[in-house]
């Protein structure tokens, strides 16, 4: 097997990328990557360098493994900034790591992609020792799998490698007929609540209008690139998303963008960005120019509910973090990185840190499951 480290995905076809990683999963996609890239979103400006891990047998490519080179601990999600300082304290360099992640996205997903045909066993062994040895070559501090699947993070334990136990807040469709059909399984006074919520946005006479990417025109694009970037100029943060890169994917995988608009008498007053898999839509980004009562639990938590029932899909990630989403039927579940510190002095710490850890994680999900807003007997 040859490997080779890719400084744009551009320096594959498009249809070699895809034919490897699918295109099921919108974030995975060469067209999602490459608008990334060419939109100066990742790069030296904010320190996301690409350095995919390609391998090729016989010249054909089998094995992907989406890998950046990080300065900086910005837009993973999975937080090690107390790792970062107590390296600086022991003065010992945390910077550059590598992280193998889908930039900007805590959505689980594949990190090791293995070309159909090929032995996925042999194969995802072989990346995984590939990418820890580029890593010592090239002298990383570390090297962190963010947001890994099940099959994923099962052989980089095997392998090894430290697990790192996080949560999210995830609906998932039980085959339900509408939108009334679902707050039937809740208790009556969690049902009551959410129907108080959206009646305050229906008095306020704003309604959603779903558009695709593909169906979008400039002037929606524009509004809700100035949406997104709202929510950084009021909270904090960086927009790292250009409106190139929302332009991009929007004409290359329209078809995967969701936008959610909120309009009150023909204007727009909020708007959600989502992307949509085979079977899951992921809510992304959110903005609003004007604050209206529980406006952000109608256009981020709610339409995106009705879309995945109205389209038969199974699964609703509306992003990191976030416990108000229980009491509207996202329950807490478990997500995963793997990590591989090549000090071992540090590696040893961290191990310790990360059972400790473990273990209160496990217990603050059980202990979130108990606040489900499902009656008891109701499927969740």
Aim: contains cysteine; charged residues 25%; negative net charge.
């Amino acid at each position: 097997m040859e490997l080779r480290v890719l400084t744009a995905v551009s320096e594959l076809e498009r249809d070699s990328w895809n034919r490897v990683s699918g295109t099921d999963n919108p974030f995975l996609r060469y067209e999602f990557l490459a608008a990334l890239e060419n939109n100066d979103c990742v790069g030296p400006r904010h320190g996301w360098l690409p350095r995919h891990l390609s391998a090729f047998e016989d010249g054909q490519l089998v094995g992907l493994v989406p890998l950046y080179v990080k300065d900086n601990s910005y837009g993973e999600f999975v937080f090690d900034w107390s790792w970062a300082e107590a390296y600086q304290r022991a003065g010992v360099p945390y910077y550059p790591k590598a992280v193998v992640a889908i930039p900007y996205t805590p959505a689980t997903g594949p990190r090791i992609l293995t070309a159909p045909g090929s032995d996925r066993d042999a194969l995802a062994s072989a990346l995984i020792e590939l990418a820890q040895e580029w890593a010592r070559s090239e002298r990383m501090s570390s090297l962190h799998w963010l947001f890994t699947d099940p099959d994923d993070t099962r052989r980089l334990q095997e392998q090894g490698l430290s697990l790192r136990l996080g949560c999210q807040f995830h609906w998932h469709n039980q085959g339900y007929r509408d939108f009334d059909d679902y707050l039937d399984t809740f208790n009556a006074r969690k049902r009551k609540k959410v129907r108080r919520e959206r009646r305050y946005v229906e008095q306020a006479g704003i309604g959603t209008r779903v558009v695709h990417g593909h169906e979008a025109s400039p002037a929606e694009l524009d509004l809700m690139y100035g949406f997104y970037r709202s929510t950084f100029d009021k909270k904090w943060g960086y927009a790292t998303l250009s409106r190139g890169f929302f332009g991009e994917i929007a004409a290359t995988m329209g078809e995967q963008l969701v936008l959610m608009i909120a309009e009150k008498a023909g204007q727009a007053v909020a708007g959600a960005i989502c992307l949509r898999g085979k079977d899951a839509l992921y809510g992304r980004h959110w903005g609003c120019n004007e604050h209206y009562h529980s406006l952000h639990f109608e256009t981020c938590y709610y339409q995106g509910i009705e879309y995945c029932i109205r389209h038969g899909l199974g699964l609703f990630e509306p992003g990191a973090q976030g416990e108000h989403k229980i009491s509207r039927g996202f329950l807490p579940v478990p997500t995963w990185s793997a990590h591989w510190i090549a000090h071992q002095g540090f590696r040893g710490v961290i191990d310790r840190y990360l059972s400790q850890e473990t273990d209160a994680m496990r217990d603050y999900i059980e202990e979130l499951s108990c606040r489900s807003p499902f009656r008891e007997g109701a499927a969740a």
